[in-house]
């Protein structure tokens, strides 16, 4: 199974791909690309390889590019996929609404990816009632942020 997503993350960098300065969020949501994983037949290390070769290649296409070009991938939890996807941003202000780190290594979000035994999937006991004082919005800063792989494909 890892090979063959592999390939398939590999195809990602012969997608057409837009660039869209003037909208940022429908660049990045025209250029998604989602793909499913299967927990059970999962292998870091040909995706990591895949996602890395995608920069590069990326990098080769956009290397005359005006203006940032960054290629990003991240683990979407609550959709138990990989997504992939291309920004005229730097790799710091990727239009993400969470809170995320860049970081230059796959590692980090595919290790999310390997320890997720049930892609998708909430599961009950992980579930709470919420407050309408909650549901308003939280009185303190939330610390927690999500790995994102970043690849700047622009000088």
């Given amino acids: 199974m890892s090979d063959g997503l592999a390939q398939l993350v590999l195809s990602f960098a012969d997608e057409e791909l837009i660039l869209n300065r ?17 927990p059970e037949s999962f292998d870091v290390r040909p995706v990591e390889w895949a996602l890395v070769t995608v920069g590069e290649r990326l990098g080769a296409r956009f290397v005359d590019a005006v203006g940032p070009v960054t290629f990003y991938a991240w683990y979407d939890e609550q959709a138990g ?24 290594d796959p590692a980090p979000v595919l290790a999310l990816m390997a320890a997720d035994a049930q892609p998708g ?34 000088r």
């Fill in 22 to 38: 003037g909208n940022v969020n429908a660049e990045a949501r025209g250029n998604l690309v989602a793909f499913g994983v299967a």
């Fill in 81 to 104: 996929q990989l997504r992939c996807s291309v920004a005229s941003v730097e790799p710091d202000d990727l239009p993400f609404r969470g809170r995320f780190r860049s970081v230059g």
């Fill in 121 to 154: 999937v909430v599961p009950w006991a992980d579930l709470r009632e919420v407050s309408a004082e909650e549901a308003a919005g939280p009185d303190e800063q939330v610390e927690f942020s999500f790995p994102v792989f970043a690849v700047k494909l622009t």
